[in-house]
C-alpha cells in the first residue's frame, strides 16, 4: 500500500468511526516506512498506536451505520440505496456456496492486508440461478455484514433507447463506486450483458456492453460489484473472465428444503410433523417458494385458531405453491 492508501485509510476510518481499522492502518503505516528506512518515524508511529490502545483513540465508536447519502441528481432515477438488516446467518446455503461467500468476506475486512501485498480481494461477484435461489438476498446479506449501503441499479432508468446514453449513465454508476463504497447489485444483468451476436442493433448494443466491461476492468473501488441472472447462457462470454467469481446457485434439494422449512418454522409448534415427506413434497420448488409455502402454513394454522401446525397444512401450502410456480 502507498502512504497515499494508507492516509485515505485513515481519513474514511475516522469518518466513519471505526476505530479498529484505523489503528490498523497506522500499523501498516508504520511497517511501511520501516521498511523504507524511516526507523524512527516507525518507531514513533508504534508509540502513538500503543498509546492509542492504552488510553482510547478519541474516535467514537460507530454503533449505527455512517448515514447513508441518497443518490441525488441524475443518480436519484438510476441508483435505489438502503441499509440491509439481512445477514448470511439469516439465509440457509449448501455448505459449499455458503463457505464461498464467507470467503469473500473475509477478503472485503482485510482488503488493506491485501493490498498491501499487491492483491486484490474478490470483489465482482456474478450469481447465476434460478428465479428465488436466493441471489438478491445474498447481496443483501452481503451489504449487512460489511455494514455498508446497498445501491440495486435501476435497469429502467439506466437502459434507454438511446444507446449512447445508456453508457453515459453507466458512466455515472461506475464514478459512484469510486465515490461510495457499498454493494452495487446488477439485477436481471442480462439486460446489459446479453450476447452481442444475438441483438438485433447489435453496435448500439455493443457499444453500450463494451462500455460496461471497460468500466469494470479499470474500477479499482473498495466496495463490491455483483451482477445477478436467472439466464447465464445469454451473457457474453467476455463478460465471465471480468469477474473475480462465478457463483452458481440451484433450486434446493430435499436435505436442505428440509432446513428451509425448520427455519422458518423453528418458532412454531410442529410436533408430529413429518418433515422429510414436506420436504419431498417440495423438491423442484425455489428457495422463496419453499419459504412462503412455510409463512403460509404458519399463516393458515394462526387464522384457524390452532396451535399446531400438521404435515396436512404444510403439504397442502406446498401443494398451492406448486400450482401457482406452474401456472406462472
Known amino acids: 500500500m502507498t502512504t497515499a492508501r494508507h492516509i485515505i485509510s485513515l481519513l474514511r476510518s ?8 484505523f489503528l490498523s492502518t497506522a500499523m501498516q503505516l508504520a511497517a511501511h516506512e520501516a521498511r523504507h528506512g524511516h526507523g524512527k518515524l516507525a518507531q514513533e508511529l508504534k508509540n502513538l498506536v500503543d498509546e492509542a490502545k492504552t488510553r482510547g483513540s478519541g474516535i467514537e465508536r460507530r454503533r449505527n451505520p455512517v448515514p447513508m447519502v441518497q443518490p441525488k441528481g441524475e443518480l436519484a432515477a438510476l441508483l435505489s440505496a438502503r441499509y440491509p438488516t439481512e445477514r448470511l446467518a439469516d439465509m440457509v446455503l449448501p455448505q459449499a456456496l455458503g463457505e464461498r ?53 435501476v435497469l ?26 457499498g454493494v452495487y447489485f446488477f439485477d436481471e444483468f442480462d439486460a446489459i450483458g446479453a450476447r452481442r451476436s444475438e441483438r438485433q442493433d447489435v453496435g448500439e ?6 462500455s460496461f466491461l471497460q ?7 473498495q466496495g463490491l460489484v455483483i451482477a445477478a441472472t436467472n439466464h447465464p447462457k445469454l451473457l457474453d462470454t467476455a463478460l465471465f473472465r471480468r469477474f473475480d467469481d ?3 446457485y440451484a433450486n434446493p434439494d430435499v ?18 410433523l413429518q418433515w422429510s415427506a414436506a420436504a419431498e413434497a417440495a423438491l423442484d420448488l425455489s ?10 402454513a404458519a399463516k393458515a394454522t394462526i387464522l384457524a385458531g390452532e396451535k399446531r401446525v400438521t404435515s396436512q397444512v404444510l403439504l397442502g401450502a406446498i401443494e398451492e405453491r406448486r400450482r401457482a410456480s406452474l401456472s406462472g
Open 205 to 210: 448494443i455493443r457499444r453500450v456492453l463494451n
Open 255 to 272: 436435505p436442505l428444503i428440509e432446513r428451509l422449512l425448520r427455519a422458518r418454522l423453528g418458532g412454531f409448534d410442529t410436533r408430529g
Open 14 to 21: 475516522h469518518i466513519e468511526g471505526d476505530e479498529d481499522r
Open 215 to 221: 468500466f469494470l476492468e479499470q474500477d479499482d473501488s
Open 246 to 248: 462465478v457463483i452458481e
Open 156 to 181: 429502467d432508468g439506466l437502459i434507454t433507447k438511446f444507446m449512447g446514453e445508456t453508457a453515459g449513465k453507466l458512466r455515472l454508476v461506475f464514478d459512484a463506486m469510486a465515490g461510495t463504497r
Open 101 to 153: 461467500l464467507e470467503r469473500v468476506l473475509v477478503e472485503q475486512r482485510q482488503q488493506e492486508r491485501l493490498r498491501d501485498h499487491g492483491l486484490r480481494p474478490r470483489r465482482k461477484l456474478l450469481l447465476v440461478g434460478p428465479p428465488g435461489s436466493g441471489k438478491t438476498m445474498t447481496a443483501a446479506a452481503l451489504a449487512g455484514e460489511l455494514k455498508v449501503p446497498l445501491f440495486t441499479v
Open 287 to 296: 428457495q422463496a417458494e419453499v419459504v412462503r409455502a412455510a409463512e403460509d
